[in-house]
């Protein structure tokens, strides 16, 4: 247990360091993304409770953030990220796939809030009308999907707010393996991060901010092992993929959610009425 947390704490340090080298500070820019959207959201409860609940809201109708939300951006390889966990934050928020309307939540495990050990270095979500499908088993890697929608790491500058939907420009993936359950972490960049622009593969990511994607694998395989947990692995002797293939997860994740929209749902996931 201690030498988990001496591992989190080193890991934090350097992983710091990694995540805003070559980075200047922004200011955020005016928060348009929900509004162009016509998309509002709406806290019930209380902060750092059980109660606590994020709605999304599209006018006056309360709307799904899983399946209600667009998943394809403005262009190729742009798509929209559901912020869940702001950059340099502790609390495992989530979306609710099992409740109705899909809120954002809290995590909680053995009626415990779940906080990491440390704070994630990088703006944490995950795509819409995407799912891991749990029956299905990667061709290669064979192991199945974790029952959720795709991650997102998004490595920009700016902070983005909780519920914030964020344009995100692709640049790999990494396959992460995390209890014999595959959970694809796929790397991005907010559109309008002012290295956008610069940044369109892996190879891009680690001469513009080197060291982000190693910073990102290191923390995702060591963030359990506090609570006594192993290692997590990742997949394709653990290189991130390019944009073009971490795209085809994102096509093929989206495919799966189309086949769960279509039943009545799995694993009692809340689908719509």
């Keep these: 247990?201690?030498?988990?947390?001496?591992?989190?704490?080193?890991?934090?340090?350097?992983?710091?360091?990694l995540?805003?080298?070559?980075?200047?500070?922004?200011?955020?820019?005016?928060?348009?993304?929900?509004?162009?959207?016509?998309?509002?959201?709406?806290?019930?409860?209380?902060?750092?409770?059980d109660s606590f609940r994020r709605f999304f809201?599209?006018?006056?109708?309360?709307?799904?953030?899983?399946?209600?939300?667009?998943?394809?951006?403005?262009?190729e390889g742009v798509y929209w990220m559901v912020t869940e966990i702001p950059k340099m934050t502790k609390p495992k928020m989530e979306i609710a796939t099992k409740e109705s309307l899909n809120p954002i939540a809290q995590d909680?495990?053995?009626?415990?809030l779940r906080e990491y050990h440390g704070p994630i270095f990088w703006n944490y979500?995950?795509?819409?009308?995407?799912?891991?499908?749990?029956?299905?088993?990667?061709?290669?890697?064979?192991?199945?999907?974790?029952n959720d929608p795709v991650d997102v790491v998004e490595v920009g500058s700016r902070t983005h707010e909780q519920g914030e939907l964020v344009q995100v420009k692709v640049l790999g993936a990494l396959a992460m393996i995390d209890d014999g359950e595959l959970d694809w972490k796929i790397l991005g960049i907010g559109l309008d991060d002012p290295l956008a622009k610069k940044l369109n593969s892996?190879?891009?990511?680690?001469?513009?901010?080197?060291?982000?994607?190693?910073?990102?694998?290191e923390w995702f395989r060591w963030y359990k092992t506090p609570d006594g947990k192993g290692l997590n692995r990742f997949g394709f002797e653990e290189a991130a993929l390019d944009a073009p293939q971490a795209v085809e997860v994102?096509?093929?994740?989206?495919?799966?959610?189309?086949?769960l929209r279509e039943s009545s749902g799995r694993e009692g996931l809340w689908v719509g009425a």
């Excluded at 247990?1 to 360091?17: D, E, F, K």
């Excluded at 290669?140 to 999907?145: A, D, S, T």
């Excluded at 994102?250 to 086949?259: C, G, N, R, V």
């Design 19 to 49: 995540c805003f080298a070559g980075v200047r500070p922004v200011l955020p820019p005016a928060r348009l993304a929900l509004r162009s959207l016509g998309i509002t959201t709406e806290v019930r409860g209380k902060e750092g409770t």
């Design 202 to 217: 892996v190879e891009d990511l680690e001469q513009q901010l080197p060291g982000v994607v190693s910073g990102v694998r």
């Design 125 to 146: 979500g995950y795509l819409p009308q995407t799912w891991e499908d749990p029956e299905v088993e990667h061709p290669e890697l064979k192991v199945k999907g974790d």
């Design 108 to 112: 909680m495990k053995n009626n415990k």
């Design 57 to 75: 809201l599209k006018g006056d109708q309360e709307i799904s953030p899983w399946h209600d939300l667009p998943l394809s951006g403005e262009a």
């Design 250 to 259: 994102i096509q093929e994740t989206h495919s799966f959610w189309k086949k």
């Design 1 to 17: 247990m201690a030498m988990g947390r001496c591992a989190v704490l080193l890991l934090a340090v350097w992983a710091t360091s």
